[in-house]
């Protein structure tokens, strides 16, 4: 095993960067053909509901995929480049990684995971037999099927359960959606004749996690390649398997704080830079930031998202979304889209403690920019902001005002 010397904080910046395509100016693809890139690079977008500016799937896309629009998502998913379920959080994921969500299919199937719920069989065999017959269906086209004294597991309510636990399961798929309602079909019938279905070997899943997270993340921790897993045999095997590629020299390891990160050597040597001027607007769920201690440990950035703590106990505000400047995440943002107004208020903008007098120079038209774009995708043509730090807030007016 090769222990290397934990590299500079600006390199490991630029390469977490540079991996999630958030290294250069140019997007990974447009339109569709974007988001398939997208999803086969990041290896997963994920799904949130929350609506005060665009959902958190659209804005992941939005930052990688040019001229993105949401029927490009929808589009992918129609064509049967993209399918939808469990990583860490309900996601989409490239069609190609479907046999690798088998083993937590299976898992839900055993009752093997502590959030996976016992359903009735008699519900989910009749719910089954419908769609087999008749197509796709959403959970609404089964509230006809109540007596007029809703009773026992004829309620429709089952019914939702008895769907969403087909889908966990992996019988079930969701095709589209209506707002956030899932229209369901059986996997059968979706998954493309050219995918391969086979259940993973232990060793299969357990490579898969590690190049699909070095590919999109530079370097990692054992914890990141199993994010959200809640899967001690895999976690074993994966650290297994790290420990036998670094006795073959494809891996190095090197120290992430207290913890072991792993890196392909040929990665570690490759020279990366990052505009300095390049400003990016992140969501929350983005797979940047996702994972609050990676994004501590290498961007020095305490980030919580506000909206699931009490209004009196926020530091920020509600919705509050990081900021890429350069190589670093140099600030926060408060924000609301009002689209039946048109407009996108920025409500505080916050910089991180440490940020120079040459980073604000850089940030005032890097950020204009960013944020005219970003509101743009939210439908909104004005852009407004209330609060600013420093000397800042006059001149952000200023250049949203030309």
């Not at 073959?248 to 072991?260: A, I, Q």
């Not at 005219?372 to 005002?401: F, G, H, K, S, W």
């Amino acid at each position: 095993m090769v222990d290397v010397p934990t590299p500079s904080k600006t390199r490991l910046r630029r390469m977490a960067l540079k991996a999630q395509a958030l290294g250069q100016a140019r997007k990974l693809g447009r339109g569709r053909q974007g988001v398939v890139k997208t999803l086969e690079k990041l290896r997963y977008v994920q799904i949130d509901t929350i609506s005060v500016v665009s959902r958190a799937h659209d804005h992941v896309l939005a930052s990688r995929v040019g001229g993105y629009v949401t029927t490009n998502l929808n589009q992918a998913l129609k064509r049967r480049e993209t399918f939808e379920y469990w990583m860490h959080a309900a996601s989409y994921r490239p069609i190609q990684d479907f046999r690798y969500a088998r083993r937590m299919m299976r898992r839900v199937e055993n009752r093997d995971l502590p959030w996976a719920k016992r359903r009735d069989p008699k519900v989910m065999a009749y719910v089954l037999d419908r769609i087999r017959a008749e197509g796709p269906l959403f959970a609404r086209d089964f509230e006809d099927d109540r007596p007029e004294k809703s009773q026992g597991w004829w309620d429709w309510k089952p019914a939702k359960l008895a769907l969403d636990g087909l889908f966990l399961e992996g019988k079930l798929t969701a095709i589209s959606r209506e707002g956030f309602q899932k229209r369901y079909e059986l996997t059968e019938r979706f998954l493309p004749d050219s995918i391969d279905t086979s259940y993973p070997t232990m060793d299969e899943l357990a490579d898969y996690c590690i190049d699909w997270t070095l590919d999109a993340h530079g370097f990692a921790t054992p914890t990141t390649m199993t994010y959200g897993q809640r899967d001690r045999e895999l976690n074993q095997v994966v650290k297994d398997r790290l420990t036998e590629r670094a006795a073959e020299g494809r891996l190095v390891s090197f120290k992430l704080g207290n913890v072991k990160a792993w890196v392909r050597p040929e990665d570690l040597d490759r020279s990366v830079r990052i505009p300095a001027d390049q400003c990016h607007i992140l969501s929350p769920f983005d797979n940047l930031v996702i994972q609050r201690d990676r994004c501590n440990a290498v961007f020095d950035f305490d980030y919580t998202i506000e909206c699931y703590v009490p209004e009196p106990k926020r530091q920020f505000g509600y919705y509050v979304l990081p900021i890429v400047l350069g190589d670093k995440l140099i600030g926060r943002m408060d924000c609301k889209a009002h689209r039946d107004e048109g407009r996108f208020e920025v409500k505080a903008l916050f910089l991180e403690e440490g940020s120079t007098p040459a980073d604000e120079e850089r940030f005032v038209p890097a950020w204009t920019s960013a944020v005219r774009d970003y509101a743009d995708t939210n439908q909104c043509q004005e852009v407004t902001i209330t609060q600013a730090p420093r000397d800042l807030l006059a001149p952000l007016q200023r250049a949203l005002a030309v």
